[in-house]
């Protein structure tokens, strides 16, 4: 009966907690928008010191707030982030990515029609890049399965502006 597993260990405690934190904390749902400009590339941002993930780069948005709509987190977070109104935008991608301590949805959307210019408001470096031109950018790994869609709809939507 050597062989047989001891039932009566347990994982460390430790293990335990965290465990317990992911499986039974509700993911954080992220929006983020596709940004293209007229050369057919793609805004991304840096995350700023201080920040989960601190210095990578990913595509501009933010966190869903209870009560609201998936399009209004994502019209008030650009607004917030970029100064830009969006006026339409379509669901690209959406998934669920599992970090150590914390689960995230991140639900990317194509902006199809924006007024204003987007400018840094909130202090975090901006960058245009060529769709692809992502992976070689430092883009977070939360945020690689997106290229692929990105691929998909990077001639349609070539300078996406009002």
Request: charged share 25%; proline share 10%.
């Amino acid at each position: 009966m050597a062989d047989r597993p001891d039932r009566t260990t347990r994982p460390p405690p430790r293990f335990t907690r965290l465990l317990r934190m992911i499986v039974q904390r509700p993911p954080a749902h992220v929006l983020a928008g596709a940004i293209f400009d007229e050369q057919g590339r793609v805004l991304i941002a840096q995350r700023p010191p201080g920040k989960h993930l601190a210095g990578g780069w990913e595509f501009p948005g933010g966190k869903l707030e209870p009560g609201e709509e998936r399009i209004e987190a994502l019209q008030r977070e650009l607004d917030e982030e970029l100064g830009i109104t969006v006026h339409s935008a379509e669901p690209l991608i959406c998934y669920e990515h599992h970090y150590p301590d914390r689960r995230v949805v991140l639900d990317l959307w194509l902006v199809t029609k924006y007024t204003g210019t987007p400018q840094s408001l909130e202090g975090q470096p901006l960058q245009w890049v060529a769709v692809n031109d992502l992976e070689k950018a430092g883009l977070l790994d939360a945020d690689k399965p997106m290229i692929p869609a990105l691929q998909r709809v990077e001639g349609w939507a070539l300078g996406c502006k009002m």
